[in-house]
């Protein structure tokens, strides 16, 4: 499978635990995106990296959220001290392109309960 | 501040018929539109993407039509079955924009 993969696929925490997720783009992809979902709403735009560089940061993301993409591979998504209204769905996806916008290819999530 | 609305939110029709999804965004300054679906507890899978200057996209029993100075899209399913319930979300990507902004979906139900 060449697709986007996520893991864990479920993470059930207690409040005030640090979680970490994980995301392996489509080979050769060199952006990667992160987004948060939430029930019944669409998904809402964390962060996106260019290679290795993180170019953009939502508002959304809060000094407990960090995000890493070392070598420009696979990404990394930290939430630190997790709180209820953090339950969500974490969707990653990724493109291949360099000024202009491609397609994105989303991974199956990581759905997040925080107790 | 780009705002995505799907219409309706929900939707539930007999197998068979022929139906019609709503888009529409508030700024016109949009680089494309992309339609996804999502099964419950799922990711999304792509199924039609318009660049601005198109005017519409088909695959397979699904069209999409783009109108960006009115900044509207429909999604039309043409002889819609049961496997086809799902959520259907709408997402645009602004000009000089990178990320997607979606809209809350439609809920999709059709019934055998």
């Known amino acids: 499978d060449t697709g986007v993969s996520q893991d864990p696929r479920h993470k059930i925490t207690k409040r005030g635990q640090n979680v970490t997720f994980r995301c392996d783009p489509i080979?050769?992809?060199?952006?990667l995106y992160w987004y948060r979902q939430t029930l019944g709403q669409g998904p809402e735009f964390l962060t996106y990296?260019?290679?290795?560089?993180?170019?953009?940061k939502s508002r959304l993301l809060s000094d407990r959220f960090s995000a890493e993409r070392p070598k420009g591979s696979f990404s990394t998504l930290e939430i630190q001290r997790t709180e209820q209204g953090d339950s969500a769905m974490y969707l990653c996806?990724?493109?291949?392109?360099?000024?202009?916008?491609?397609?994105?290819?989303f991974g199956p999530g990581t759905r997040l309960t925080v107790l | 501040k780009q705002e995505v609305t799907q219409i309706p939110a929900a939707l539930s029709v007999p197998e068979g018929e022929n139906l019609v999804l709503n888009c529409s965004f508030t700024?016109?300054?949009?680089?494309?539109l992309q339609w996804f679906r999502q099964d419950p507890g799922k990711g999304l899978t792509s199924l039609l993407l318009?660049?601005?200057?198109?005017r519409e996209q088909t695959s397979g029993r699904l069209n999409a039509s783009l109108d960006k100075s009115s900044g509207r899209s429909t999604l039309y399913i043409a002889a819609s079955q049961p496997g086809d319930s799902a959520t259907y979300l709408c997402?645009?990507?602004?000009?000089?924009?990178?990320?997607?902004?979606f809209g809350a979906g439609t809920i999709l139900r059709v019934k055998s």
């Open positions: 997402a645009v990507v602004e000009l000089y924009g990178n990320k997607l902004v």
């Open positions: 318009i660049q601005s200057s198109q």
């Open positions: 996806a990724s493109s291949m392109g360099q000024s202009s916008y491609n397609e994105q290819f």
């Open positions: 080979s050769e992809h060199n952006r």
């Open positions: 990296f260019q290679n290795e560089a993180q170019l953009e």
């Open positions: 700024d016109s300054a949009i680089y494309n």
